[in-house]
């Protein structure tokens, strides 16, 4: 009974979502006033009946309730309680209502900070995101319903798949649709601005807030994706340009093609119409990744459907969103245009040069991703796009928008060039080579042609990032929140940087067949072989070796590599085992009995990988350093209030 | 310079940025890109030696050895039209198992066995990489209408 009161409150979600639509764009389209404040009720009703059929699924999978399908379908009577509520997101259903619930509470921020714009901007923003809405839940209960039963029910579940029973797996989707979703706002906010036909640049600054912490936490969630793979797929890959993987890159690199062009729009007035287009484009490969992951035409690990019509809808609602916003952009954009210009070596310039590089960039992931799926379609034969595609064609633009980077964040706005900042930027790169060149050859040794490269570009971002903020603590002045947090994401991405150079360039590799007794030797590390002995899990059995890591002699970690079966799917799972540190990670994992008492192993040696993802969680907080830095006290939402009152009054009149 | 010539050369400056990095691009893809055959194909002879590919099929029931105490294997791969030897020296996946669809990438040798560089991990105990599926689905179909001869 508590099932079907779950899925009731689905399907008033659902009518409340047409309502929200409806009163949000109708509203302002009818200059009727009453209908404003509809919006958000209708939007606070939604919000409520979601938290209720979550909890009502998520009370069901905590009672082992096997009659309802998803339920026997993802969970087991065996599986600890933290992922049995985890398991709530483990499928395409769950991950949908998942997927609906995080655009409600982005939909309640807003409707929480609703004051801070013109009644009728913020009637439409919400008549766009009831839409978005109303599709997700249509397309939940009439495809993929969570709630349907089972008759008869069966005694006990089909268990989580083993490789998403981990903690950083079951954070990783919340957090990942956090940042997808969030993208939805600033479509929302481009849509309304164009529904409007706004001449202003306010727009902008309304948005600006929204799209940073939507895209820090994108970037939070495929870190955490990736580090996720790294240790529990059990053989050491963090990034196989997947197209999984990539659904959700793509959308972070126009995502931070348009945090950039909207610092232009918002501060210069410029760029107006194409920072529309990327804010649409970005939700677009939103969208696109819902469709490429949940369809079922991408067959990997995240592709839970296979039935067709979830994807022919899916299309259906793409072609709708995607279709009518650039009929909108289409129409609207020719009046926004911008009068003022800039100089060749301006910041403007330099945030051009940014937008044009990691559009291309996310191109470049585009073509490779959806080249297998087009040549399929056409029957052109079956191809396979992977790292020696994506890796050259991708450090293309990339290396190129490192390389602007120092210069771009010191160069002035309009026109007056880098003339102040040259000296700084010359010793600071001067620095930076000395520094890298050390660590390229002295540390690390063996580079490829492009890790001197990488180095000196990572370490010169980190140092010309800190010029700035440094200057100011030196003269005893306030650093503004934005400068930090701006210094902040670029100190991630240059250690990001680095982090990839020397994990590309200096990482071994051994796979080997050793007896317990034997041992290797990879980058000064012994790796002794000791046996294997038979565990027991709370859902699984399995073998747990042990290798005893030494270091000229002195001992360094002693590492436990297991082989999993669970009983339920009955399949085999290889769980890596560890050692990390800042400087290295070593890992060891276990393959099989290959006879004669010996087991296959692989051993790994990977410098500096931690700063993949450190760089990348840096990168995130420095995004929301800038959004809480202007909430307590910057001009931007405040500005954007005063604005609003101004607006709002000879209506409110 | 006036402000139209201005932007014509910013125009044209970009348009050859972003012609460049596509040629860079494709070119990358040209080489980089692999295709996918099946045993058919190969018995066809549709593949030069010494060409990497991707093959997928099924691993044989009862071909798989071993070198004892080493990461030497040897497996059969067939479509159940055409089979090919293949050899890996290298930590097998998880899912790898005889009865069960495969991928793997690596060339052919002089005497027409596959080797393998990399055969593919996947983590899905049902998965069937849907190409293989194709293939064996098609070569199914023509042993069943062999059987009706």
């Known amino acids: 009974m508590i099932v079907e009161l779950g899925h009731y409150a689905l399907i008033l979600a659902l009518l409340l979502a047409a309502a929200q639509a409806f009163f949000g764009l109708a509203g302002p389209a009818l200059a009727r006033e009453r209908w404003f404040g509809a919006a958000p009720s209708a939007a606070a009703g939604q919000f409520v009946f979601l938290i209720l059929a979550t909890t009502v699924l998520v009370h069901a999978f905590i009672e082992d309730d096997f009659s309802v399908r998803y339920v026997a379908e993802n969970s087991n009577s065996a599986l600890p309680l933290f992922y049995r509520i985890a398991a709530l997101w483990g499928a395409h259903e769950g991950s949908l209502l998942l997927w609906i619930d995080v655009l409600s509470v982005w939909t309640i921020a807003v409707v929480a900070r609703l004051r801070f714009l013109p009644p ?8 766009v995101l009831g839409i978005i809405s109303f599709g997700f839940l249509a397309f939940t209960l009439f495809t993929s319903d969570p709630f349907v039963r089972l008759t008869p029910p069966v005694p006990d579940g089909n268990d989580l798949n083993p490789v998403l029973q981990d903690f950083a797996l079951a954070i990783h989707p919340p957090i990942l649709y956090t940042g997808y979703v969030g993208f939805a706002v600033s479509f929302a906010f481009a849509c309304a601005a164009m529904i409007e036909g706004r001449r202003d640049q306010l727009w902008a600054r309304w948005m600006r807030p929204w799209t940073v912490i939507a895209w820090a936490f994108l970037a939070w969630g495929i870190a955490l994706g990736s580090w996720w793979a790294y240790y529990e797929l059990g053989w050491g890959g963090f990034w196989f340009w997947d197209p999984v993987e990539n659904a959700s890159f793509m959308p972070w690199l126009v995502g931070t093609a348009l945090i950039h062009s909207l610092a232009v729009t918002d501060k210069r007035g410029l760029f107006k119409s194409w920072t529309l287009l990327l804010a649409v484009a970005a939700f677009s490969l939103s969208l696109l990744g819902t469709f490429l992951v949940r369809s079922g035409v991408l067959v990997s690990v995240h592709s839970f459907a296979a039935d067709p019509r979830r994807g022919i809808f899916i299309l259906a609602f793409l072609i709708i969103m995607i279709g009518g916003a650039l009929t909108l952009y289409a129409w609207r954009a020719p009046r926004m245009v911008s009068q003022a210009g800039f100089e060749l070596v301006s910041r403007e310039a330099f945030l051009l040069f940014n937008n044009l590089l990691l559009v291309i960039a996310a191109t470049v992931v585009f073509g490779g991703t959806m080249a297998p799926l087009i040549a399929g379609t056409l029957h052109l034969g079956t191809l396979s796009v992977g790292p020696p595609y994506f890796n050259p064609s991708f450090l293309v633009p990339v290396l190129p928008l490192l390389a602007l980077l120092s210069l ?3 160069a002035r706005w309009r026109r007056g060039g880098l003339r102040e900042s040259r000296q700084r930027l010359l010793v600071s790169f001067a620095f930076a080579a000395v520094l890298a060149l050390a660590l390229v050859f002295g540390v690390y040794a063996h580079p490829l042609p492009l890790t001197p490269i990488g180095a000196v570009l990572g370490i010169w971002i980190i140092l010309s990032s800190l010029i700035d903020p440094l ?63 038979n565990i027991e899990g709370p859902n699984y059995e399995g073998l747990r070796g042990t290798v005893t890591v030494t270091s000229d002699g002195k001992p360094v970690t002693v590492l436990h590599p297991e082989k999993r079966r669970f009983w339920v799917q009955g399949s085999v799972q290889t769980t890596a085992a560890i050692a990390d540190g800042l400087h290295r990670d070593l890992l060891a994992s276990l393959g099989d ?11 790994q040696y990977r410098p500096l990988i931690r700063f993949v993802w450190l760089g990348a969680f840096i990168m995130a907080i420095g995004g929301v350093t800038v959004v809480i830095g202007r909430r307590q006290r910057g001009p931007g939402w405040a500005a954007a209030a005063q604005h609003t009152t101004v607006v709002s009054e000879p209506g409110s009149a | 310079m006036t402000p139209r010539r201005r932007r014509l050369y ?3 400056g970009i348009l050859a940025g972003v012609g460049l990095a596509a040629a860079l691009a494709l070119r990358a893809f040209q080489q980089n890109v692999m295709e996918y055959y099946d045993p058919t194909h190969i018995a066809a002879g549709e593949i030069a030696q010494g060409k990497r590919f991707t093959l997928g099929g099924m691993v044989e029931q009862g071909s798989l050895k071993r070198t004892p105490g080493s990461l030497e294997v040897n497996f059969v791969v067939t479509d159940f039209r055409h089979s090919i030897p293949v050899h890996y020296d290298k930590v097998l996946p998880d899912l790898f198992r005889e009865g069960a669809g495969m991928v793997a990438h690596g060339r052919l040798d002089a005497q027409g066995t596959f080797i393998a560089d990399e055969v593919l991990a996947k983590h899905d105990e049902k998965y069937m990489p849907p190409e293989v599926a194709r293939s064996l689905a098609a070569g199914k179909q023509d042993a069943g209408k062999e059987g009706a001869h």
């Open chain 1, 120 to 127: 009728a901007f913020g009637a439409r923003v919400l008549g």
């Open chain 1, 408 to 410: 771009g964040i010191h």
């Open chain 1, 471 to 533: 200057d100011r603590l030196r003269r005893g002045i306030r650093v503004p929140a934005a400068m930090l947090g701006m210094a902040i994401a670029h100190i991630g991405l240059g250690m990001f940087v680095l982090g990839i150079t020397f994990v590309q360039s200096n990482t071994l590799e051994r796979d080997i067949a050793l007896k317990p007794g034997g041992s290797v030797t990879l980058a000064g590390y012994n790796f002794r072989f000791d046996g294997v002995q």
């Open chain 1, 593 to 603: 009995d290959v006879g004669a008492g010996a087991y296959s192993l692989r051993f």
């Open chain 2, 10 to 12: 910013w125009v044209l």
